[in-house]
């Protein structure tokens, strides 16, 4: 049974937890500890978050931290599309009856498609799972 959503912070601070799958090992060495840090430091400058502490362990994270000018850890607003309504929204867009048709579209029209459902909120993913494109050939039509 999926865990209830979080209240957002009236303050905009939050203790964040991160760890490994079934408590396995995230930090083998001092390197990877850095690298962490340095990633951290990263996306502190890009999202303006404050950092109040930081613990590293070699299988958890705690951090400290606040939202500032960007609300950093908003949840995405996305909507999650079930797979049988991303079906559905593939066969709409697409004007297609089965949603492997797709693939035989040629490169041009297919990329156009690709680009309108992601921008429609369906991920990479779902729509390579569903339609049977590559990741790559996906995330190619989205960049052009």
């Given at each position: ?12 601070i ?6 490994g799958?079934?408590?396995q ?24 978050f404050?950092?109040y502490?930081y ?5 958890h ?5 606040k939202e500032?000018k960007?609300?950093c ?9 079930k ?5 559905e929204?593939?066969k ?12 035989n579209?040629?490169r ?5 498609y ?6 429609e ?7 390579s ?6 990741r790559?050939v ?7």
């Open positions: 049974m999926p865990r209830t959503a979080r209240r957002k912070s009236e303050t905009g939050y203790h964040l937890i991160l760890r799958i079934n408590r090992t995230i930090f083998a060495n001092e390197e990877d500890a850095i690298k962490f840090i340095q990633t951290l430091e990263k996306y502190q400058k890009k999202s303006e404050k950092l502490a613990c590293l362990m070699s299988n994270v705690h951090l400290l931290m500032e960007e609300a850890l908003e949840l995405d607003e996305k909507k999650k599309w797979d049988q309504e991303a079906i929204l593939i709409y867009v697409c004007q297609i009856n089965h949603c492997n048709e797709l693939q579209l040629d041009e029209k297919q990329g156009a690709l680009k309108q459902l992601c921008t909120g369906l991920s990479v993913r779902q729509i799972r569903i339609t049977g494109i590559g790559w996906i995330q190619k039509a989205v960049k052009s």
